[in-house]
């Protein structure tokens, strides 16, 4: 099974300028916990992505305002990135390597095409390879450290 069989296609992006309460509300609107952070609306390629933790951790934690931040001041980069053509068992690998619940897919022009995410792989993969990916990528490292459950 290749990614191009699993992943959300045509995946709403956002410019390192875009307004970070603009980019929540794409979280909402589309039903992600994760946006693509490209480098032009003309130029598809990510920088970077958000995750609803990196709002969390970087803004709503610190008592920052989101409406006066961006995009650029939160997003996690470099951006770990797998083509449509990598396998499932080459996108499992890149998630568990980087402890990523989320990839974008870039095709042969580097241009942000897709999104594999955790319920992906969970509807798709064999049980044994979604246990590994879920119970590795939620192993506890020393940046979760810095924000305690409740």
Known sequence: MRVR???????VCCTPETRLQEVAKMMVECDCGQIPVVEAASSPVPIGVVTDRDIVCRC???????SQMTAAEVMSSPVVTVRPGSSLEECC????????RRVPVV??????????AQADIA???????????VRTVSRRTVSSRAY???
């Open 5 to 11: 069989d699993v992943m959300s296609s045509d995946p």
């Open 60 to 66: 709503v934690s610190k008592g920052l305002n989101p």
């Open 93 to 100: 690998q890149r998630l568990t390597e980087n402890q990523l």
């Open 107 to 116: 095709d042969d022009d580097g241009r942000c095409c897709g999104i594999v």
């Open 123 to 133: 509807q798709n993969a064999p049980a044994p390879v979604t246990s590994e990916v």
């Open 148 to 150: 305690p459950s409740a």
